[in-house]
Nanobody, 117 residues
Framework: QVQLVESGGGLVQPGGSLRLSCSASSNIFMYVMGWYRQAPGKQRELVAF???????KYGESVKGRFTMSRDNKKNTATLQMNNLNPEDTAVYYC????????????WGQGTQVTVSS
């Protein structure tokens, strides 16, 4: 079992940047790490995911603006968000999926990102 804690959310102006971090309580080597977000009244949507020794995959709405990375030694996953716009406002969640099989899945508590002038 792994516990996930997100950090780095906050209020930012349109065009600004934020860096989210997800810290895991145990080794993430075997986990596919992902970032999801949920805006009020909307379904949770994929932002990005990254398996070990692979390239990150992104949702269409964030391609070219967000970059996901992971550090297996530090048991962290990071989401660098650039050129933010108000549509990016949401609670952002970190997800760990053991082996990417969808059976042993863990979520963080979420961190709020608000993009507003």
């Amino acid at each position: 079992q792994v516990q996930l804690v997100e950090s780095g959310g906050g209020l930012v102006q349109p065009g600004g940047s934020l860096r989210l971090s997800c810290s895991a309580s145990s080794n993430i080597f075997m986990y596919v790490m992902g970032w999801y977000r949920q805006a009020p009244g909307k379904q949770r949507e994929l932002v990005a995911f990254l398996a070990n020794d692979d390239m990150p995959k992104y949702g269409e709405s964030v391609k070219g603006r967000f970059t996901m990375s992971r550090d297996n030694k530090k048991n962290t996953a990071t989401l660098q968000m650039n050129n933010l716009n108000p549509e990016d406002t949401a609670v952002y969640y970190c997800k760990a999926d053991y082996g990417g099989l969808g059976r042993d899945v863990y979520w963080g508590q979420g961190t709020q990102v608000t993009v507003s002038s």
